[in-house]
């Protein structure tokens, strides 16, 4: 018989449906889910939560929850009441606190307080990348608070933390020899309150620079952007997966230029579909790219034109397209993260 295990989740990105996935087929799966992103509700959704999760924890034999926040004070509560394991996956806002890009869930004192009570009192924190645990940001410089990460914000929590990598689909993100790729074309993914944390502004600035590339932004319409834009800046509004996958497959180079990044996501389904990335030195992009594309270490329009000069040299592409895909599938894969997820909560149970 499965044991039961209950997810608490405020949000359903791709990452968290890959969880999903995995834990379902081991676990009996019950969830728990309100939309905090209507933030007037939190209140109504905090009392609801407490009612709702009351039994369902005590008939549970694990708990996750899905990033650090309101939503984590109960299942934490009553794991520790019942004498249930816990965990928390964090992601990136849930240990940060950057207020000069208007970043980060620890700005909010009382935000900070529930999540660092969550932290102290969970058996377990699962981060994404190493860098949310501990990272000083080197990258923008208009971040003065540029030591980050959960120890940073909380220096004497004495929690452990076991670091699993999101893992990527390489049988769905793939390349397609029936799509060619257009040249000199460069596509980032990003919600517009992202637009300055993932360097949608200096992307912008670049393509005025090169007014010969196009520049491809999927997750924003061209309305939510205020500032003017050339010509060669398209933007293409949210796409579907499917909508997604064939972008990737035209377009020849990605962008992650940000600030902060928890893991990136969107990088690596990038890669997986041939395109040569270009990364910051943020976080753990460096690491998710590593030889097969290039990093750009500061957020410098200087530094930034001069890289892509050198790139659009570049004469056999293909090569470090295929280099981008193998990087993931052997470091990040959904087999990878299934392995370990699995063992850490095996161990705890």
């Keep these: 018989m499965k044991k039961k295990l209950l997810y608490i989740t405020p949000s359903f990105q791709s990452f968290v449906k890959t969880d999903l996935n995995i834990l379902q087929k081991y676990f009996e799966l019950k969830l728990n889910h309100y ?45 520790k009441l019942f ?20 970043y980060g869930s620890l700005r909010i004192p009382t935000l900070k307080k529930i999540c660092g009570w969550a932290y102290s009192k969970t058996d377990l924190i699962l981060p994404v990348s190493d860098s949310l645990i501990k990272i000083e940001l080197k990258f923008d410089p208009e971040i003065i608070n540029s030591k980050q990460g959960i120890k940073e914000h909380y220096p004497n929590l004495n929690s452990s933390f076991k670091v699993i990598y999101n893992g990527l689909d390489e049988n769905f993100w793939k390349d397609s020899n029936s799509i060619e790729k257009e040249k000199n074309s460069f596509l980032s993914v990003m919600s517009e309150s ?16 090169f007014p010969f590339c196009q520049f491809y932004f999927a997750g924003i319409n061209s309305i939510d952007v205020e500032e003017s834009v050339p010509p060669n800046v398209h933007f293409l509004g949210k796409l579907n997966p499917k909508q997604l996958l064939e972008k990737y497959q035209q377009s020849e180079f990605y962008f992650q230029l940000s600030s902060f990044e928890g893991f990136g996501c969107a990088l690596a389904e ?16 460096p690491s998710i790219i590593g030889d097969s594309g290039f990093i750009l270490q500061k957020k410098d329009i200087n530094l930034a034109t001069s890289l892509l000069k050198s790139l659009l040299l570049i004469e056999q592409k293909q090569i470090l397209a295929k280099k981008a ?19 850490v909560i095996s161990n705890l149970l």
Excluded at 37 to 60: C, E
Excluded at 334 to 342: G, S, V, W
Aim: hydrophobic share 45%; proline share 5%; with cysteine.
């Design 35 to 79: 939309p905090w992103q209507h933030k007037s509700l939190a209140p109504l959704f905090f009392i609801l939560q407490f009612l709702t999760l009351l039994p369902k924890v005590y008939k549970s034999n694990f708990v996750i929850v899905n990033f650090g926040g309101y939503w984590a004070f109960w299942p934490i509560f009553f794991a």
């Design 83 to 102: 004498q249930k394991k816990s965990a928390i996956i964090v992601h990136g806002t849930d240990c940060a606190a950057i207020p000069e890009i208007n």
């Design 194 to 209: 992202q637009f300055k944390l993932k360097g949608g502004d200096l992307i912008v600035d670049l393509a005025r620079i």
């Design 270 to 285: 990038a890669m997986l579909c041939g395109c040569i990335p270009i990364g910051s030195s943020s976080n753990h992009i």
């Design 325 to 343: 895909r193998t990087q993931i599938i052997n470091n990040y894969s959904l087999e990878i993260r299934e392995k370990h997820l699995i063992s």
